[in-house]
Every structure is written in structure tokens, then in C-alpha cells.
Nanobody, 120 residues
């Protein structure tokens, strides 16, 4: 069984910063892509940022230059440093991993979500 456990959400003022973390655990053979998605009320879930095992990154246009994704492959952990936060960044942020469980093929796994609220 695989678990993705997120931490680091909360309430922050506009212009502030937060750092999200997500650790994957279980019978993991390898992890291809790890990333962060977000879903605001009344909107569809959208990709925020993703990073491959080799370090290639992809960002949504709305967060480029403000958010930085990084990864610790040895710890199966992905981070999202969020700077210059705006009210429109308010959403539930979900960790995602495309990984292979020992003895099985690759599949998608999700964390439980962590709330990020940007408000004065």
C-alpha cells in the first residue's frame, strides 16, 4: 500500500510564502513523476507543478517565477516553495505521484490534500 502524506498548508497574507511537502511511503519500486495539483471551489483540479526523477520541471503559467518545485529522490519526497502568494492561489493542494509498486506496473497516487488560503 502506498501513502502520500502532505504537510505545510495554512493561512498566509498576500505576498507571503509557504512551503508544502509530500512524502511517499510503502512498497515503492520507483517513482517517475511527482507533482502538485490544486482545486479551488467551483473549479476543476489543475496542474501546478511537476518534476521528473531526472529533475525536469513543468509549471503552470500562473505560478511561473513564484513557485519552485524540488524533489529528494532518496526520501521519495517532493516540495513546493510558494512565494509572492496571491488570493487566487487559494485552493486545496494535492500531491501526485506516478509510481511503480514492487511487483506491479506504474499507476497514479494522490495525497489527501492540504488547504492553502491567501487572505489579509
Amino acid at each position: 500500500q502506498v501513502q502520500l502524506v502532505e504537510s505545510g498548508g495554512g493561512l498566509v497574507q498576500p505576498g507571503g510564502s509557504l512551503r508544502l511537502s509530500c512524502a511517499a511511503s510503502g512498497s515503492i519500486f520507483s517513482i517517475n513523476v511527482m507533482g502538485w495539483y490544486r482545486q479551488a471551489p467551483g473549479k476543476e483540479r489543475e496542474l501546478v507543478a511537476a518534476i521528473t526523477s531526472g529533475g525536469s520541471t513543468n509549471y503552470a503559467d500562473s505560478v511561473k517565477g513564484r513557485f519552485t518545485i524540488s524533489r529528494d529522490n532518496a526520501r521519495n519526497t517532493v516540495y513546493l516553495q510558494m512565494n509572492s502568494l496571491k488570493p487566487e492561489d487559494t485552493a486545496v493542494y494535492y500531491c501526485h505521484a506516478h509510481l511503480r509498486v514492487s511487483g506491479m506496473g506504474y499507476d497514479d497516487y494522490w495525497g489527501q490534500g492540504t488547504q492553502v488560503t491567501v487572505s489579509s
